[in-house]
């Protein structure tokens, strides 16, 4: 009898750590789909552009997109792409300063 107790308890236990395991995939899976996926508003916000150039770069293909119940998400690596093919890097030399 003491033996079937045991086997339990130990069964108990593991179903617990399986449990927590699980718990932490799926929180884990959140954070990469929230890592990975923004929302528009979100990119209105951080880029301060307006909710129509956001749609011009969506219309003219520019920016990718996923449309969900009338919702637009947009991958951070594409928009890290645009910023970076967009990006212009302008040195001013000093002997065109003015003193």
């Given at each position: 009898m003491q033996e079937i107790v045991k086997a339990l308890l130990n069964l108990s236990g593991e179903l617990?750590?399986?449990k927590a395991s699980v718990?932490?995939?799926r929180k884990t899976q959140l954070q990469q789909?929230?890592?990975?996926?923004?929302?528009?508003?979100e990119i209105m916000?951080?880029?301060?552009?307006?909710?129509?150039?956001?749609q011009t770069l969506r219309d003219s293909?520019?920016?990718?997109y996923s449309r969900l119940n009338?919702?637009?998400y947009y991958k951070v690596s594409d928009l890290e792409m645009l910023?970076?093919?967009?990006?212009?890097?302008?040195?001013?030399s000093k002997s065109h300063e003015r003193k």
């Amino acid at each position: 009898m003491q033996e079937i107790v045991k086997a339990l308890l130990n069964l108990s236990g593991e179903l617990k750590e399986i449990k927590a395991s699980v718990g932490v995939l799926r929180k884990t899976q959140l954070q990469q789909f929230s890592e990975n996926w923004i929302d528009g508003q979100e990119i209105m916000l951080s880029l301060k552009i307006s909710k129509r150039t956001l749609q011009t770069l969506r219309d003219s293909g520019i920016l990718p997109y996923s449309r969900l119940n009338g919702k637009f998400y947009y991958k951070v690596s594409d928009l890290e792409m645009l910023l970076e093919n967009s990006y212009t890097k302008t040195l001013k030399s000093k002997s065109h300063e003015r003193k």
